[in-house]
């Protein structure tokens, strides 16, 4: 008989091997390990959120499973363009200093709603802020927070901070008629880019003073870096 300890982790995280010739079996909130002919992917399911993602290329020896492609679906459809919209207002009404929100989505409603932090400690470089209350029906969907005058990117602080399964947004150059921003995926510490209205603009970043060679070989590792592990 199985050890009980064993029986709740491997409840908490089970391995579905992918049917061959049926359906994948629908799943209730949380996260599972699928291993298929193609690779092995964790699928997660939360109220706003399925999504199943690659962690590995096939395995070495034939499977007799069926193969899966990575999907992303949203409950509530594209990122609500009106909210991050107020959220970038309140960005520029909290200049010079960062900003940080939340969009909340509400199961019950089926909605998010967006709601600014409090912040304990903030200055144009970095922001420490209460996590907002929510309802028992609510969850943080989209974190989002500002760098104010300066760039956004993904500082080692905001890395650290991204953990459990969220969308992080960050919005910069706020001075400007149209700001930028990086929008990704947070499952678990693994991070995928995300596409959205603000993409950086790319001649803006580029540094004049750089020889464009080095410029190309940069901008190459960043996207290396940036599609890494999800495009596998
Ligand atoms: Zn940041």
Redesign the pocket.
């Known amino acids: 008989m199985m050890d009980v300890r064993d029986l709740a982790l491997q409840a908490a995280c089970p391995v579905i091997a992918v049917p061959r010739f049926g359906p994948l079996p629908d799943m209730a909130n949380g996260q599972r390990i699928l291993l298929a002919a193609n690779g092995v992917f964790v699928q997660v399911k939360l109220d706003w959120l399925d999504c199943i993602q690659r962690l590995s290329p096939a395995l070495p020896i034939p499977l007799p499973y069926g193969g899966i492609e990575e999907r992303l679906a949203f409950t509530f459809g594209v990122l609500p363009i009106p909210l991050i919209e107020d959220f970038i207002a309140a960005g520029r009404r909290g200049l010079p200093n ?1 900003v940080a929100g939340a969009l909340i989505y509400s199961r019950r409603s089926r909605n998010l709603r967006l709601v600014l932090c409090e912040a304990i400690a903030v200055s144009p470089h970095q922001i420490d802020y209460r996590v907002p209350a929510m309802d028992a029906d609510e969850t943080l969907a989209v974190d989002l ?1 500002t ?1 104010g005058y300066g760039r956004p ?3 080692s ?2 890395d650290g901070d991204d953990q459990g399964i969220k969308v992080a947004g ?1 919005f910069g150059c706020l001075h400007q008629p149209k700001p930028q921003a990086l929008f990704r995926l947070v499952v678990n510490g693994r991070f995928r880019p995300l596409p959205h209205p603000w993409q950086v603009n790319t001649v803006y970043d580029a540094a004049p003073d750089l020889e464009p060679s080095l410029l190309r070989r940069i901008l190459n590792l960043y996207q290396e870096r940036r599609f890494g592990p999800w495009n596998t």
Do not use: A, Y
């Open positions: 960062e927070h760098h990117f993904w500082s602080t905001d960050v």
